[in-house]
Antibody, heavy 118, light 107 residues
Framework: EVQLVETGGGLVQPGKSLKLTCATS????????MHWVRQSPEKQLEWVAQ??????????YYAESVKGRFTISRDDSKSSVYLQMNSLKEEDTAIYYC?????????WGQGVMVTVSS | DIQMTQAPSSLPASLGDRVTITCRAS??????LRWFQQKPGKSPRLMIY???NLAAGVPSRFSGSRSGSDYSLTISSLESEDMADYYC?????????FGAGTKLELK
């Protein structure tokens, strides 16, 4: 069974940092292209970042809204993907989901809440 | 960036109705279009992939179609369990973009 479990969310002040972790199981993580997607309190879904596999040189891609502030990374030995979030803004407040899509399947974690507020 | 314009934002309907939600892509995305259903407090669930293919476990009353740059999700006969939010996603190229969502609710 495929599982994705996000941790690391919480309340943080503007300008601070936070690191999210997505621990996975049930599939060959080392071959998987992984994504982070977030959902604002207004319920808008926004793709945040992607990291490809080692065979693709771990290429990374970012939404313009987070470029230069967020970093996606992975540890294949731990079947985990991470999202380092720096210089957080109030508009980064959202539920953050880790996702994996392959062919006709799309797997999402349960999500983790990040609240940026003073 | 590819923009996905989704309509309507809200869709009041009755049980048994045939309903259609549409997304229009601002650039060619081929068939790289997915539809998701989301219920309160839950993660999005894949309903349609490749614009027209039913995802595993999805009831056959759901279908997807394409006409040019317009992509549609149709529910042939609405059931109470279908009341949810629906989103389209273009997965052709980064940055991947979602539609703004459609809230399907009972009339």
């Amino acid at each position: 069974e495929v599982q994705l479990v996000e941790t690391g969310g919480g309340l943080v002040q503007p300008g601070k940092s936070l690191k999210l972790t997505c621990a996975t199981s049930g599939f060959t993580f080392s071959n998987a292209w992984m994504h982070w997607v977030r959902q604002s309190p207004e319920k808008q879904l926004e793709w945040v970042a992607q990291i490809k596999a080692k065979s693709n040189n771990y290429a990374t891609y970012y939404a313009e809204s987070v470029k230069g502030r967020f970093t996606i990374s992975r540890d294949d030995s731990k079947s985990s993907v991470y999202l380092q979030m720096n210089s957080l803004k109030e508009e980064d407040t959202a539920i953050y989901y880790c996702t994996w899509r392959v062919g006709g399947f799309d797997y999402w974690g349960q999500g983790v809440m990040v609240t940026v507020s003073s | 960036d590819i923009q996905m314009t989704q309509a309507p934002s809200s869709l009041p309907a009755s049980l048994g109705d045939r309903v259609t939600i549409t997304c229009r892509a601002s650039q060619d995305i081929g068939n790289y279009l997915r539809w998701f259903q989301q219920k309160p407090g839950k993660s999005p669930r894949l309903m349609i992939y490749g614009a027209t293919n039913l995802a595993a476990g999805v009831p056959s009353r759901f279908s997807g179609s394409r006409s040019g740059s317009d992509y549609s999700l149709t529910i042939s006969s609405l059931e109470s369990e279908d009341m949810a939010d629906y989103y389209c996603l273009q997965s052709k190229e980064s940055p991947y973009t979602f539609g703004a969502g459609t809230k399907l609710e009972l009339k």
